[in-house]
């Protein structure tokens, strides 16, 4: 009876027990959070170097008016270039966003402009419009390259007449952009008074101002000799060009200056001997030195005792 019972447990099968919940890991696993912080011990300072931090630059103006100096512009656009800014290239430039909306004439504004890169040259420029669509001129221009230029130009020197109502002002901004020539006509002197007083005063291209120069005055009484519209306009370059002038007083160092279309002095005619009554200036085309001027477009400009006067003229072959 014994054999069946040990037949029995001879043919039963050990099975091997299970166990939930354990599970060995891959040896490379145990080195898996060393590893990781070795690979990013060794790529921190390239991945900074790669994202380094990008340069802004804070940009302030002062608003004019929608009409001149008077009134509120609605709109300001701020655009930045890699090439100087101009009319020309004006569309080309990319708007910076986020340019606040004008306030009235005289109205300090700023403006961030964030993400440039650090040695990388820009040029910023500024236009303002009015509710008919008018643009203005451009404002200086404005170039960064990761350092400012914080040393303003000197004052400017040799003052012969660019406003306010006493010398110790105050002093109002006549003109509304920045001036390509050094001749300003100013349409609009002050009333109230006999005298007019003028500053002018220097801006480079990072937007520094420099000191005023010294004030001058002229006067706003009827002038010593009136300029009219010189004759023939436009006139040939070999033929001469007459000026008639109404002499009302003694001239008094009165002096006609001729001036190229960049302002430059080309001619100086003295008038101060002049007698009284209409008198008839003759420019026969040449500078001071006798030459024969280029065509081109020239001012008459009449400068002395009295308000000045300034008229064009046209020089074609």
């Known amino acids: 009876m ?6 029995a447990r001879q043919r039963r099968v050990r099975r091997p027990p299970i166990i939930y919940g354990a599970r060995r890991r891959p040896p490379w ?3 898996f959070p060393l590893i990781v912080i070795i690979v ?12 380094a931090p990008a340069d802004s630059i804070l940009l302030g103006w002062t608003d004019t008016g929608d009409n001149g100096m008077t009134g509120t512009a609605t709109q300001a656009e701020m655009r930045v270039a890699t090439a100087p800014i101009t009319l020309a290239s004006w569309n080309a430039a990319t708007v910076v966003p986020g340019a606040p909306v004008p306030g009235p004439c005289g109205t300090p504004e700023s403006l961030m402009v964030r993400g ?33 230029d914080l040393l303003p130009p000197a004052a400017p020197t040799g003052l012969s007449g660019a406003r306010a109502a006493s010398a110790s002002g105050p002093y109002t901004r006549i003109n509304d952009s920045l001036l390509v020539n050094p001749l300003y006509d100013d349409a609009t002197p002050p009333g109230g008074g006999s005298v007019a007083w003028y500053e002018v005063a220097a801006i480079d291209m990072s937007g520094n101002l420099s000191a005023r120069s010294s004030a001058v005055s002229v006067s706003l009484a009827a002038a010593d ?3 009219e519209a010189p004759y023939p306009n436009p006139s040939r370059l070999w033929g001469p060009v007459y000026v008639p002038v109404l002499v009302a007083a003694p001239p008094r160092g009165a002096r006609l200056y001729l001036l190229d279309a960049a302002g430059r002095g080309v001619r100086s005619i003295d008038l101060s001997t002049l007698p009284l009554g209409s008198r008839l200036v003759v420019w026969d085309g040449k500078n001071d030195a006798g030459r024969l001027c280029a065509p081109g477009v020239y001012s008459v400009y009449l400068a002395g005792h009295g308000p ?6 046209v020089r074609v072959p």
Request: proline share 6%.
């Open 308 to 313: 000045s006067q300034v008229v064009r003229l």
């Open 225 to 227: 000799v009136q300029l």
């Open 2 to 7: 014994a054999r069946p019972y040990a037949a």
């Open 40 to 51: 990013l011990a060794v790529a921190a300072p390239l991945l900074a170097h790669a994202q």
């Open 29 to 31: 696993r145990r080195w």
């Open 116 to 148: 440039l890169t650090p040695g990388a040259t820009y040029y910023f420029a500024l236009r303002l419009a009015d509710e008919a669509g008018n643009w203005s001129s451009l404002s200086n221009p404005l170039v960064w390259n990761g350092t400012l």
